[in-house]
T-cell receptor, first 112, second 112 residues
């Protein structure tokens, strides 16, 4: 069982470039999440989804977009990368109303 | 979801019990207490959760006060591999409630 898989693991972007962080889970979980973690700080919720076709904003959604066309995939899109988006990005999923979160191994993104 | 307060850091000697406090004085009756930990550069890992009764699993014990305004996570015999940031989260269990937000956590350092 692969769990939650994130790609790529590392990426360097130039200011103004765009990219998509990929997240897929094979546990048939309804809920999926994107967090960012700046150095020495806690996790901040960017966007989340409660099922295919349904997404909502978290604490820090500006500069990002998401979509959820399938249960398995929840990609995060950066349209115009800025240095403030340099961070580690974690994707997570869970099954139901109160069950535990499963996290991916993260994507380290640098915007220079 | 109720706000939580945790000490920013604490040290623990290897082999001794580590007692991690969490204050959640505004918790409501249908909110659960969750604990996660994050070992350096990895995605957070679920530890335990509870509503009002004390809980124990293979990783830790969770003690919730009778008024539910605070809780303590106990690592019974801390090892060097328990060095991590520990997050206390309070949230409701609802199918429609997607958000799962993390605070700053407690940095625990286990020393030989």
């Amino acid at each position: 069982n692969a769990g939650v898989t994130q790609t790529p693991k590392f990426r360097i972007l130039k200011i103004g470039q765009s990219m998509t962080l990929q997240c897929t889970q094979d546990m048939n979980h309804n809920y999926m999440y994107w967090y960012r973690q700046d150095p020495g700080m806690g996790l901040k919720l960017i966007y989340y989804s409660v099922g295919a076709g349904i997404t909502d904003k978290g604490e820090v959604p500006n500069g990002y977009n998401v979509s959820r066309s399938t249960t398995e995939d929840f990609p995060l899109r950066l349209e115009l990368a800025a240095p403030s988006q340099t961070s580690v990005y974690f994707c997570a999923s869970r099954q139901g109303r109160g069950e535990k979160l499963f996290f991916g191994s993260g994507t380290q993104l640098s915007v220079l | 979801d109720a706000k939580t307060t945790q000490p920013p850091s604490m040290d623990c000697a290897e082999g001794r019990a580590a007692n991690l406090p969490c204050n959640h004085s505004t918790i409501s009756g249908n909110e659960y207490v969750y604990w996660y930990r994050q070992i350096h550069s990895q995605g957070p890992q679920y530890i335990i959760h509870g509503l009002k009764n004390n809980e124990t699993n293979e990783m830790a014990s969770l003690i919730i006060t009778e008024d539910r305004k605070s809780s303590t996570l106990i690592l019974p015999h801390a090892t060097l591999r328990d060095t991590a940031v520990y997050y206390c989260i309070v949230r409701v269990h609802r199918w429609s409630w997607g958000k799962f937000q993390f605070g700053a956590g407690t940095q625990v350092v286990v020393t030989p």
